[in-house]
Nanobody
Framework: VQLQASGGGLVQAGGSLRLSCAAS????????MGWYRQAPGKQRELVAR???????NHADSVKGRFTISRDNAINTVYLQMNSLKPEDSAVYYC???????????WGQGTQVTVSS
């Protein structure tokens, strides 16, 4: 499985960005896909996850502002980020999981920087 992430950038606080993650390869094996982020000096954390049945989970820190979704026709998962805050600044990683929720595959990171 290969994951190609895109869509990061620099935005002012209150702005929006949409991240995309295109999956290829043996995607039929995947149980879930999600987005993680890692800020300097901090551990990587789960931002949002979407499971094969369509159920989603969002971290408390982004609920109401971020939305994960997917387009099965093109094997792509999105993260719509609204009302961005400086503390959302991080490298965002796309991830995919097999039988468990733990990531088995990672995409390259994409930098999101929110200026105050």
């Amino acid at each position: 499985v290969q994951l190609q992430a895109s869509g990061g950038g620099l935005v002012q606080a209150g702005g929006s960005l949409r991240l995309s993650c295109a999956a290829s390869g043996s995607i039929f094996r995947l149980n879930a896909m999600g987005w993680y982020r890692q800020a300097p000096g901090k551990q990587r954390e789960l931002v949002a996850r979407i499971i094969s049945g369509g159920m989603t989970n969002h971290a408390d820190s982004v609920k109401g502002r971020f939305t994960i979704s997917r387009d099965n026709a093109i094997n792509t998962v999105y993260l719509q980020m609204n009302s961005l805050k400086p503390e959302d600044s991080a490298v965002y990683y796309c991830a995919a999981s097999l039988a468990t929720m733990l990531p088995s595959y990672w995409g390259q990171g994409t930098q999101v920087t929110v200026s105050s």
